[in-house]
């Protein structure tokens, strides 16, 4: 049994895991929750039976019943979670790791000196059954890309959660506090981006390393790193853009737009081959439990064919969290470790130093 310690008790925990969680019982045992908000900590230690409930992450951290930690709460990652190891404590990471470069070294670096632990990044997109499919489709095959094409273009979670399962929110927070991490957020970008960069500039890099990043991330496993940013576009409100990368031999293109009052979450991944293209489309995250699908279009004797794998109910969610205990019980790490995810943090910043506003 891993006795499990959960930092943040927001929309991730509340929506996204607390539910594997439970139905987990026998592999995960949740001791120990911290939130600021102690009317959070209260509800959900109520709900959950949990032991020990604290305002201060750093005290359950310390916390001799928690051997694994997931962090989940506002700001950056990387502090909890380089304490978190220093303590012993497996970690799970929810995305963004950090947005820092030197922070992404220094966890790198405490990591190194606890190799017996698991450092887990929250990538629950290279979770998901159809994605997992889409790889395999890919390994087996050498037709060489000639085109791919992603895109996040999503209505955020509000609409869906008031209209499916609304996660109870803090009612002891001074919205001030909010804002002041807000204008935490951007200071960290500013400094990070160098170079005085505009409000555009910065909205649109906190708009890849918090929602960009699940896709572009997902790229990066099937295809790898781009071979330069040809591209960077962003729209005068920060809330859209449009990258070109440059791989060996073909571009990648790929949008995100955050700001659109369409009841829609269009967000996929497009790689074309020639004579074949696979196109995997995710569903909101915030309806529980949609099946996701892979379709591939090819052209074979001449004859178009559309084969569709799918729908698959696994929750890409669950699977993630069922990653993290096998890993600690089998001693393994996951693809979606803290040095995988360093790569992320390097080239959302590459990206986000070449934003130019159209
Ligand atoms: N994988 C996904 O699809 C997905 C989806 C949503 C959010 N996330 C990630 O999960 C994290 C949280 O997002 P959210 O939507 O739950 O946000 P949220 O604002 O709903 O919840 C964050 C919680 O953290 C608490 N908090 C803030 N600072 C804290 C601190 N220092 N110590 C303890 N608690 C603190 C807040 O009170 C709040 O309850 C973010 O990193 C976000 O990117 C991932």
């Known amino acids: 049994m891993v006795r499990l310690g ?14 594997n969680l439970e139905r987990m019982e026998g592999q995960f045992k949740i ?11 209260g509800y959900i230690a109520h709900k959950y039976h949990v032991e020990h409930s604290f305002v201060d992450a750093m005290e359950l951290i310390a916390c001799p019943d928690v051997d694994a930690v997931m962090i989940m709460c506002a700001g950056d990652h990387a502090d909890y979670a380089k304490a978190a190891l220093r303590a012993g404590k497996h970690v799970f990471i929810e995305k963004p790791m950090t947005l820092d470069v030197e922070k992404a070294k220094e966890l790198m670096a405490v990591k190194e000196q606890h190799p017996e632990l698991v450092a887990m990044v929250g990538y629950c997109r290279r979770y998901n059954e159809s994605f997992l499919k889409m790889k395999e489709l890919l390994r087996q095959d050498e037709r060489p890309i000639s085109y791919v094409r992603a895109r996040t273009m999503i209505l955020e979670g509000p609409w869906y ?10 009612g002891d927070l001074d919205p001030a506090g909010r804002a002041a991490m807000q204008q935490a957020a951007a200071g960290e970008a500013i400094r990070l981006l160098g170079n005085q960069p505009g409000r555009a500039q910065i909205l649109a890099f906190l708009l890849l390393a918090g929602s960009g990043c699940h896709i572009l991330s997902a790229v990066r496993e099937l295809i790898g790193l781009p071979k330069a940013v040809r591209t960077a576009v962003v729209s005068p409100n920060g809330m859209q853009f449009t990258l070109i990368l440059e791989y060996d031999g073909f571009n990648m293109v790929f949008e995100e737009m955050n700001d659109q009052k369409v009841v829609d979450f269009d967000e996929s991944i497009e790689i074309y081959q020639g004579t074949r293209k696979m196109h995997l489309r995710y569903d909101s995250p915030y309806i529980r439990s949609l099946p996701s699908r892979l379709e591939v279009s090819e052209l074979v004797q001449g004859q178009a064919k559309v084969s569709t794998y799918g729908p698959d109910y696994r929750d890409m969610f669950a699977n993630e969290v069922k990653e993290f205990y096998r890993c600690i019980v089998e001693r393994d790490t996951p693809k979606c470790d803290i040095f995988d995810a360093a790569e992320d943090v390097k080239l959302f910043l590459d990206i986000a130093r070449k934003f130019a506003v159209s």
């Open 6 to 19: 959960l930092i943040g008790l927001g929309q991730a925990a509340q929506i996204l895991h607390l539910p």
């Open 31 to 41: 001791t120990a929750v911290a939130d600021v908000s102690r009317e959070l900590c």
């Open 161 to 170: 959660l008031e209209n499916t399962w609304q996660e109870k929110k803090a």
